[in-house]
């Protein structure tokens, strides 16, 4: 892959580069070589702590490593960045770091959250994820699936239904098997 070799090469003349780091880790990340994204990743915010795309792809990268807690880390790292009195922050080589944005670090941070059954941190992130436009039909089925799991049966089948209105694949499934009325 051109990048992998383009930030090699970057490398090999500086070897403090962290956007170097950063762009090869993302190219492994792309390549689903999670193991080499992490180390590459781990050394761009070891050089730059500030970087959000950084611990966000490091945060994916433990995330598929089935490593929950290291992702959770990562990704309360980057939402801790973004309320920082940064006056450039950097995300995904944009000069401009919107709600959008943040919404996909919270809704990473939401899953690896409900995969180890912290739901009501999940909660949290999903609704943020939902309010600021980063509407996947999953969040409509985890928030579902938390509410029903909470007791709220009235409200999960409501956030059920209106995943299955925005095309999760999944949802239809949960909504027969919970919301039978």
Same mark, same amino acid.
């Given at each position: %892959? ?159 239904? %209106? ?19």
């Amino acid at each position: %892959m051109r990048g992998i070799k383009n930030a090699s090469s970057a490398l090999r003349i500086n070897s403090n580069l962290s956007e170097s780091y950063l762009i090869r880790g993302r190219c492994f990340y792309g390549i689903q070589n999670f193991s080499k994204a992490k180390e590459d990743l781990r050394t761009a915010v070891k050089i730059d702590s500030l970087s959000i795309g950084g611990h966000y792809y490091l945060g994916r990268s433990y995330y598929f490593l089935e490593n929950d807690d290291s992702a959770i880390y990562c990704f309360n790292k980057a939402v801790r960045i973004k309320g920082s009195d940064s006056i450039y922050i950097e995300y995904f080589n944009k000069d401009i770091f919107n709600d959008v944005a943040m919404a996909e670090i919270r809704y990473s941070r939401a899953i690896a959250n409900y995969q180890i059954n912290n739901y009501n941190d999940a909660l949290v992130d999903f609704l943020f994820s939902i309010n600021a436009g980063y509407n996947k039909p999953d969040c409509y089925s985890y928030i579902g699936l938390i509410a029903i799991g909470k007791g709220n049966k009235e409200m999960g089948c409501k956030y059920l239904k %209106m995943a299955v209105e925005n095309g999760s694949p999944d949802a239809g499934k949960y909504l027969s098997q919970e919301c039978k009325n």
